[in-house]
């Protein structure tokens, strides 16, 4: 019988444990700084309203499957979104990131537009992307997506 009461306890605290995991991308999960952001057409460096990515302080932070792109500088010019939050899916060798929601303080509005620009300073063309990575390591990720290549360094 205390055989059988202990093979019970077990059971019953190994089910509450595998029940409260939570959902993970443990490997990509932290705030990644776009460095540079080229085009693979021409090998150039993007330039946006006369900057570079990295002139421009996007952050991209990674948080269960919840990806929140930031702007880190002060004033942002008009047109371009300074916050957008999105879900995102990272396989072994890619990275899916939809939909995108422009990110306001009390309300968030859903980017429908494919061929929206307001994303450009954050490595996004459209309202949505989809990238290869080609380089992942614990402070260096590089993601390929049709016509550009981001690098990122995790800090």
Request: glycine share 6%; charged share 25%.
């Amino acid at each position: 019988m205390k055989h059988t009461i202990f093979i019970v306890s077990v059971l019953l605290l190994l089910a509450g444990l595998v029940g409260c995991q939570k959902y993970s991308n443990e490997d990509i999960e932290a705030q990644w700084k776009l460095v540079s952001m080229t085009d693979l057409a021409t090998g150039a460096e993007q330039m946006m309203q006369g900057k570079t990515v990295a002139e421009w302080g996007s952050n991209w932070n990674f948080q269960l499957d919840l990806l929140q792109m930031r702007q880190t500088q002060r004033s942002v010019p008009a047109g371009l979104c300074p916050e957008a939050i999105a879900r995102y899916r990272k396989t072994s060798d890619s990275l899916f990131v939809e939909p995108v929601y422009w990110h306001f303080r009390n309300r968030d509005s859903l980017l429908t537009d494919g061929a929206t620009t307001a994303l450009e300073h954050f490595g996004v063309r459209g309202n949505a992307g989809a990238f290869a990575v080609e380089k992942f390591s614990d402070d260096e990720m590089v993601l390929t997506s049709a016509t550009d290549r981001l690098r990122f360094k995790k800090w």
